[in-house]
């Protein structure tokens, strides 16, 4: 059995070969999973223990596109994870394409990137704002209309969750879209 230094090392020698091995900057990793500068200096060095909590490792696991579970302080965590179709086609596209989640994240504005890492890890749904989804897609290549084919599927996943039953109100939901592709000139 492992000593928690050795535990700690472990993961702590990922994460610094992560960071070399793909030139990020501390700062810049800190940024994306919504921690202080200083933290990652500590986790580094050794100074704090690796992180126990289920969401700062899910965050870091998410950027290093691994399972939290490579990391011996990762405990499941008791609150459900969302797994969403249209967020695992986003990932799998990040796969087709072959880019990594690192640079997907350097496409977004800094403050937006911690809000990325916790849709792909599963913490939230895709946006149902269209220039917001569009945003997320764009970086990705994805054409106008399967954006909408997300934000439609999206927007309906929204209206049943909260209590419309879409066969009943199909004429309405269907106008909806109607104007919806209009709109967007689809």
Request: aromatic letters at 10%.
């Amino acid at each position: 059995m492992k000593s928690n230094a050795e535990k700690k090392m472990k993961s702590s020698e990922m994460l610094t070969k992560f960071l070399e091995q793909n030139s990020l900057h501390k700062k810049d990793f800190a940024e994306m999973i919504g921690v202080t500068l200083s933290y990652i200096y500590n986790l580094i060095d050794e100074t704090v223990p690796f992180s126990t909590r289920s969401t700062t490792l899910e965050r870091i696991a998410t950027v290093m596109d691994i399972n939290p579970e490579e990391f011996s302080e990762y405990k499941i965590p008791q609150e459900p994870i969302l797994i969403d179709e249209s967020v695992e086609y986003l990932k799998s596209m990040l796969k087709k394409k072959k880019i990594s989640v690192v640079n997907f994240l350097k496409s977004f504005p800094r403050k937006k990137r911690v809000y990325i890492v916790d849709m792909l890890r599963g913490a939230y749904p895709l946006p149902i704002d269209f220039k917001e989804l569009m945003m997320i897609c764009q970086n990705l290549d994805i054409e106008k209309n399967e954006i909408y084919s997300i934000w439609e599927t999206r927007m309906k996943q929204v209206l049943e969750t909260n209590g419309m039953n879409l066969s009943n109100n199909a004429a309405l939901v269907n106008t909806m879209f109607d104007c919806a592709r209009k709109y967007i000139e689809i």
